[in-house]
């Protein structure tokens, strides 16, 4: 296995996951696969490239959405039990 050594003006972000399979099949761990950006896709405040800035609003967004129906859902059931 070669071994990369990246500029200074390069980080390594996670592009996904992968998990392979041992030959008798059963699966192997998940690992994280990672690619080269250069610093300029990179936001300085909070370490992330842009697409993972979108990512975390995104799924923010659907955990929030979730978390109000979990928040009417009791509410709803202590009107009911009253």
Same mark, same amino acid.
């Given at each position: 296995m070669a071994?990369?050594?990246l500029a200074p003006h390069q980080r390594l972000v996670q592009c996904g996951q992968t998990a392979l399979r041992a030959? %008798? *099949?059963t699966p192997l761990p998940a690992v994280p696969m990672y690619i080269i950006v250069g610093d %300029? =896709? =990179?936001?300085e405040k909070t *370490?992330? &490239?842009e697409s993972e800035i979108d990512l975390h609003r %995104?799924? &923010?967004?659907?955990l929030a959405a979730l978390f109000g129906q979990y928040v009417e859902g009791?509410?709803?059931?202590e009107r009911s039990v009253t």
């Open positions: 071994i990369k050594t030959p %008798d *099949g %300029d =896709v =990179v936001c *370490g992330l &490239a %995104d799924i &923010a967004a659907e009791v509410e709803a059931l």
